[in-house]
């Protein structure tokens, strides 16, 4: 018998079964194709409230309707002090009524000197020490700086670690005083 005719039709077998493959993934997966699959879903910020040494309680509710930036920071490391400029720099601009930052040190240090390092940054927002139960409601920390950005229905949007250039943190802030 002839084995030609079975040779010319295994040829043609396989490319068509490969380009089918082919059309196949790219129907059933078109955004990925065309790379629109980059849409991230907004996780509900972990509720917390703290005492502040001077007695007074912060919420996350007190952010409510506000784009809130929450860095986990440590006084006496130059990449943070680097951050807390970016965050200076980015109040001034959006202000407090559109844009509020909490930022918590981990410091085990007093407030008194926390206070101190703020006024010697001039930074034009508060600084607070953080709390063990709020460290580890956000889930832990294993670097700082670590910042959470919360859009103004309390979900967070965007998580950073390291040092958080401006561009980045601008163009969160802008989709968040969008909605």
């Not at 065309?34 to 007074?56: I, L």
């Not at 400029?85 to 001034?92: A, P």
């Not at 940054?121 to 700086?145: C, E, K, R, W």
Request: aromatic share 8%; proline share 4%; glycine share 6%.
């Amino acid at each position: 018998m002839n084995a030609q005719p079975n040779a010319w039709h295994s040829r043609l077998l396989i490319p068509a079964f490969t380009s089918g493959i082919v059309l196949l993934t790219v129907i059933l997966t078109p955004g990925r194709a065309f790379g629109q699959n980059n849409v991230r879903v907004a996780q509900p910020a972990p509720s917390f409230v703290m005492k502040e040494a001077h007695g007074k309680t912060i919420k996350l509710t007190d952010f409510k309707n506000k784009a809130l930036i929450l860095c986990f920071f440590a006084t006496w490391d130059e990449p943070c002090r680097k951050q807390m400029g970016i965050f200076n720099d980015m109040v001034g601009r959006y202000g407090e009524t559109n844009l509020a930052v909490l930022a918590l040190a981990i410091d085990q240090t007093q407030p008194d000197s926390v206070k101190a390092y703020a006024e010697k940054q001039h930074l034009n927002y508060a600084l607070h020490m953080a709390d063990y139960d709020v460290i580890q409601t956000f889930g832990g920390l294993t670097s700082v700086p670590v910042t959470f950005v919360i859009d103004k229905n309390q979900n967070v949007i965007d998580k950073f670690v390291g040092v958080t250039e401006t561009n980045a943190l601008d163009a969160d802030i802008r989709a968040i005083l969008k909605q």
